[in-house]
């Protein structure tokens, strides 16, 4: 099998050169790709290049036909040449047989209409017993003197084709053929004695068109085979293990072994997966070491934001939420832990490293109350923990007792609920709304300056809109109260105070300007307010 041959088809085609094609001693090996004979006849068809323009001057009409006449020679390559050429694409030991396919003297405007296609064809006649005609979708033919011995051996397909006919020199012909060159590869395959010497080289989309044909000639040991090299390489990328993956389950019910490389992507294991992620928060959660536990910190929201726009069940759902509010209310009693142990006068007569380990676990305890809140931010389920937030009266008066140093860390805490209030991110009780400000709007002023100038990530307008807007969506009786207890804190610190003008302005027009009766009528008093503009 190591005669190759390539013949023109139609008229009007010009000189085509042969496209080297290894052929084992098993078996043929490799078939060309469309791009390749297309690539080759475009060399190889001088006619078809752009001529430049012939000058004008001084050339009769009449020597147009014969500068194609004169070029012609330095344009065809001789057929040594063209052996030579083809024999860089394969290695010494490989036997290629080239031939070359004289060019037809035909004009130009009739070549570029002609659409090309080329013919192939392997093997013998003389000493195969059967031909396998693939008849390409790209526009070329592949001819397969084959063994009917080793078809029915291998393929279940050629076996059913071959018992239906049995003429003398019997054919099949495969129509519509999607992918020629790897068609001819698989059934080179069935040559050879070891596939994994033949696959290991291979890429993995290479591999995954192996499987495709594999599977509609009925090839299963060629099937295992490349099974065993998807389940021992790589998969570099999703969109590479969603291939694999989408073609390995396609061949579960050919009833060979795909366990082996879909337990890469899914587990049997009897363990909840409530259990690991539990696991994975509290590694975190404990954690002391900076670098490490920032990049885990965003990997773990990153990674719980793209679960958040995937359809799960309810139960997966509060399960996770269940677990961190868990892991919250053990935080939040460690803060409240640290910080009666911090506000004790004799903590302020001891030595630094003993004052040192309780700030740190404070500040420690508090970022991990921020990150969880971002969590259920995210998952629509910080509503609880604005409640179990605004409950807690005694961190808040155990707050001043401390240097604001350390104890900022939870004022970013309130601030981040102020501003997911005002966003609508979280919608908690009207109850909820207003013991939160009663409780933490002041600490939070105590606070302001520092975190205005020590805190990167505080950022103050966001913050003020977000204080400004939950004190709106009060009833108006207890935005008149909340908003004249600001203002007598803001005329004393000014910028380093919330900035809440926008809310007193909303608060004063809904008061003063366009106040709503119970009737429900309103009292329309914008020309009070607005002059009004006539023209003359």
Same mark, same amino acid.
């Given at each position: ?219 299963? %040991? ?174 808040? %008066? ?58 990167? %990530? ?79």
């Amino acid at each position: 099998m190591a005669e190759i041959r390539v013949r023109k088809v139609e008229q009007g085609q010009t000189k085509i050169r042969n496209v080297p094609i290894a052929v084992t001693p098993e078996g043929f090996w490799c078939c060309p790709s469309p791009n390749v004979f297309q690539k080759s006849l475009k060399t190889q068809n001088p006619l078809n290049k752009p001529k430049s323009p012939v000058p004008t001057t001084q050339t009769p009409v009449h020597k147009k036909h014969t500068s194609v006449t004169e070029k012609r020679p330095a344009s065809a390559a001789p057929k040594s040449g063209i052996v030579s050429d083809d024999k860089r694409g394969v290695s010494s030991d490989t036997p290629v047989v080239s031939a070359s396919v004289p060019a037809e003297r035909t004009p130009p405007s009739k070549v570029e209409n002609v659409p090309r296609k080329v013919s192939i064809e392997f093997g013998e006649p003389g000493t195969s017993d059967l031909r396998v005609i693939l008849l390409g979708k790209q526009g070329f033919t592949v001819k397969l003197n084959v063994h009917k011995n080793i078809l029915v051996e291998n393929s279940s397909y050629f076996a059913n084709k071959i018992s239906e006919q049995q003429p003398v020199f019997p054919c099949i012909e495969i129509d519509d053929c999607e992918d020629v060159e790897i068609y001819v590869e698989t059934v080179g395959l069935m040559y050879c004695k070891e596939f994994k010497q033949r696959l290991i080289k291979q890429s993995v989309s290479r591999v995954l068109r192996i499987i495709k044909v594999a599977e509609q000639l009925g090839f299963k %040991s060629c099937m295992q085979s490349c099974l065993e090299y998807l389940e021992a390489v790589p998969w570099v990328g999703e969109e590479e293990e969603e291939k694999v993956v989408s073609s390995v389950l396609r061949l579960q019910s050919e009833g060979i072994g795909v366990t082996p490389v879909l337990k890469r992507v899914s587990s049997d294991i009897s363990k909840p997966h409530k259990d690991t992620f539990s696991h994975i928060l509290e590694l975190v959660l404990k954690s002391n070491e900076e670098r490490g536990r920032r990049e885990m910190k965003s990997i773990v929201l990153k990674l719980l934001r793209e679960n958040n726009s995937l359809p799960s069940s309810s139960d997966s759902v509060d399960s996770y939420n269940e677990i961190i509010y868990g892991s919250c209310r053990s935080c939040l009693d460690s803060v409240l832990g640290l910080f009666k142990q911090a506000a004790e006068p004799e903590f302020s007569n001891n030595s630094n490293e003993c004052r040192e380990p309780v700030m740190k676990q404070m500040v420690l305890e508090a970022d991990n109350l921020s990150w969880m809140l971002e969590i259920l931010t995210d998952r629509q389920a910080a509503d609880d923990f604005a409640v179990m937030w605004a409950s807690q009266q005694d961190l808040a %008066s155990l707050h001043t007792k401390l240097p604001i140093m350390s104890r900022h860390h939870v004022s970013c805490i309130t601030a981040r609920l102020f501003v997911g209030i005002g966003r609508g991110e979280l919608l908690p009780s009207k109850d909820t709304r207003n013991l939160l400000l009663q409780t933490w709007l002041q600490p939070l002023i105590n606070d302001y300056s520092w975190l205005q100038h020590g805190c990167r %990530s505080f950022d103050r307008k966001v913050v003020e809109e977000g204080i400004g807007r939950t004190i709106l969506t009060l009833p108006l009786e207890e935005q008149q109260s909340i908003l004249l207890s600001w203002l007598g804190s803001f005329l004393k610190a000014g910028d380093n105070c919330p900035n809440l003008q926008r809310a007193f302005e909303v608060w004063w027009r809904r008061t003063f300007v366009r106040p709503y009766a119970e009737s429900g009528n309103i009292r329309q008093l914008d020309h009070v307010m607005t002059p009004k503009v006539t023209e003359h």
